[in-house]
């Protein structure tokens, strides 16, 4: 698949430049979201994937998924914990990370109960170290 392509892409890449001088200005991990739009009818839940890699730590790690037009934060999680509170009111309790999963470097978003104004694309940050490494993820929704 188109994915598994780009993680090849990705390790061979990393393979070859490991060059001191050159690694101490890239980050450590990548985001890497499905290119395919996630299509849903209204009503419906809807997850958008993506996982980080390689899997990172949870103490001082922060994902944050944000409406990529609006800026609207859809759901914010930091050093191993949901954060609510920073959350738009559009998303309160409308949306879940696979906390469980989160170790694997799993950061996909489960957005439920999808209306017609959810759609268009959502930005996945993913904050460790001082780095932040983002990816787009795109909800379509049948009209
Ligand atoms: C993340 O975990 C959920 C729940 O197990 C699964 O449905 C989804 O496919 C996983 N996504 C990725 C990108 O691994």
């Known amino acids: 698949t188109v994915y598994l392509n780009h993680l090849f892409a990705f ?19 990548s985001v890497n979201c499905y290119d395919q739009p996630v299509r849903v009818d209204p009503g419906q839940d809807a997850v958008l994937n993506c996982n980080v890699i390689p899997s990172l730590p ?3 790690l922060e994902v944050e998924w944000i409406e990529a037009a609006s800026g609207k934060m859809v759901h914010l999680y930091l050093d191993g914990e949901d ?6 009111y559009d998303y309160r309790d409308r949306t879940e990370l696979f906390n469980d999963q989160i170790p ?3 950061v996909s978003l489960k957005l439920k109960n999808v209306n017609s104004n ?8 993913v904050t460790f170290e001082s780095q932040s490494v983002q990816a787009d993820a795109e909800l379509k929704v049948n009209g």
Not at 83 to 88: D, I, N, V
């Open 83 to 88: 954060a609510p509170e920073s959350q738009h």
């Open 58 to 60: 949870l103490e001082g």
């Open 118 to 125: 959810n759609a268009g694309r959502y930005r996945c940050t």
């Open 104 to 106: 694997n470097g799993n």
């Open 11 to 29: 390790l061979v890449f990393s393979l070859i430049s490991v060059q001191p001088t050159i690694l101490s200005s890239k980050t450590s991990f």
